[in-house]
């Protein structure tokens, strides 16, 4: 049976844990689960603290600057869907805000620029980042763009 999905881009399903990162990032704001006792950001978001084990949390808006911290060029066999935009890259950012967080995303020319619309050429690990957003099948997620063009 043919399914439309399977030649669409993956989305994300936000778990209740998560549901608010993808709410926030609707709005054009990357924000990441901070611990309301501890203050000590985590991520991805989970119900407890690792440091105090508090259960409270808050999510504090970022500046949505970070560096590459690593990036790859996936290999065939991809989904077909992806296959179309080879090569293209996923990076790791790690946030200017919080060193320790890293997210895994994709570098584009703007933020609804294909997947290979950045020359694998340009990337290279500490180039500096900014997040931008894009619908993706109907749910906004944060994809990256160089500080410096
Ligand atoms: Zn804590």
Redesign the pocket.
Known sequence: MADAKTDALLTPTPDDDGAPFWEYAARGELRIQA??????L?FPPRPC??????F?STWRKMSGRGRIWSYVFPHPPLLPAYAEQAPYNAIVVELADAPRIRLVGNLVAAPDAPLDSVAPERLRIGAKVQVVFADVGGVVVPRWILERP
Do not use: L, N, V
């Open positions: 611990c309301a006792a501890c203050g000590e985590r603290c690792p440091h105090c084990q508090s409270d």
